[in-house]
């Protein structure tokens, strides 16, 4: 298992910017895939970025990938959420959560490939 745990959330206005983090412990950093997902009250947690172990794959989900990118520092153990330009539709909890089975170099998509979850971090576009 991967203790996950994400930082970043807060307030923002509408056309913003915020970096989330989430920093894993317990296994090895560039052994396991991870995704971001966010969770509203009028949605399951939905898709929103991935990348692969190595970080030499990664995708963002194609409403949001004009706006946000994904990013990992394995010496850090740390992926990040960068998001820019948000929109008060944006304002969601966000989880990261740790992939541990993906094969090589790839990114899955569905929230049951996920084994590890952090507790999330909310993110509010108001103004």
């Known amino acids: 298992q991967v203790q996950l745990a994400e930082s970043g959330g807060g307030w923002v206005q509408p056309g913003g910017s915020l970096r989330l983090s989430c920093v894993g412990s317990?296994?090895?950093?560039?052994?396991?895939?991870m995704g971001w997902f966010r969770r509203t009250p009028w949605m399951e947690r939905e898709f929103v970025a991935a990348?692969?172990?190595?970080?030499?794959?990664?995708d963002v989900d194609s409403s949001m990938k004009d706006r946000f990118t994904i990013s990992r520092d394995n010496a850090k153990n740390t992926a990040y959420l960068q998001m820019s330009n948000l929109r008060v539709e944006d304002t969601a909890v966000y989880y990261c959560?740790?992939?541990?089975?993906?094969?090589?170099?790839?990114?899955?998509?569905?929230?049951?490939?996920?084994?590890?979850w952090g507790q999330g971090t909310q993110v509010t576009v108001s103004s």
């Open positions: 959560a740790a992939d541990l089975s993906a094969p090589f170099n790839t990114i899955r998509y569905g929230r049951s490939y996920y084994d590890s």
């Open positions: 990348i692969s172990a190595s970080g030499g794959t990664s």
């Open positions: 317990g296994r090895t950093a560039g052994t396991y895939a």
